[in-house]
């Protein structure tokens, strides 16, 4: 299982079945033991915080109060390693714990949390803590607020952790013998498609997601109810497409996508 829910109160807002996109995460200064923490906050899995022997904290100080309630990990090797994910409401408040695990494999991960009202959390400093970091490595650590899908799906979907696509090369000999083939790359693939989106909502909340793409990454939640295992750091090729649905002022939209693959 890659998605913690456990600090999270649904509230107002959407149900669990709806999916979450983190586009446009929090931005600050990093501290961090071992070397190299600030790469895990670009877009580039290849460049990582290399964590040091023992326990380890990475930590993002803002400049101003920001609201948190989604964070995603990826490219990492933390399988095995308890995580915890604390935050401080300023520079003076001790942390208050939103999540602690233990990391079951390298896939990506997502923690959503909220106050007990179902809002996100204010944040001044975001703290990762591993209890022991010998040879683990991150690229990605993003935190923010995640846009909330309006309509769900389920039906006809194709689970991105279950969809993988491995490029390969055949190796043969002089005289065609069979020597092998070579891994040359890996990814995971799926298409996110969402109907029943109303115009006013496709503008004001969507475009503005729309728009980043494809040059950025996002983490994603395809269905964090039915679905837990499925998430994903993806990004797409082209720019999304919505069309009226030619009922009342609904659209639809869809996204064909590349994740991560651990």
Known sequence: ???????????????????????????????ADGTN????????????????????????ETA????????????????GRTLTISTSPDLVTAYTSRASFTVPDNSTIAIMFTDG???????????????????????????????QMTAPFYGGYNPIRLNRVTEGEQQFSETGQWLGRTEKRRALSTSYTWRH????????????????????????IGNPLRMPEDVAWAWTQSDPAPANMGIRDLMEVSLQVTGYWS
């Open 37 to 60: 923490g600030d790469l895990a906050t670009n877009n580039y899995t290849a460049q990582r915080w290399a964590a040091a022997a023992g326990a380890n904290d990475w930590e993002l």
């Open 1 to 31: 299982m890659t998605l913690n829910l456990a600090g999270y109160t649904v509230g107002s807002n959407e149900p669990l079945t709806n999916a979450r996109i983190l586009y446009a995460p929090i931005t600050g200064t990093v501290t």
């Open 197 to 220: 989106l109303t115009a006013a909502w496709y503008r004001s909340d969507f475009d503005p997601f729309a728009q980043t793409l494809p040059l950025n990454p996002f983490g994603i």
């Open 117 to 147: 009202s179902g809002d996100p959390i204010s944040t001044r400093r975001l703290k990762v803590s591993l209890n022991e970091g010998e040879g683990n490595l991150v690229g990605i650590i993003s935190a923010g607020v995640a846009l």
């Open 64 to 79: 101003s109060a920001a609201d948190v309630d989604t964070v995603f990990i990826s490219a990492h090797n933390l399988s």
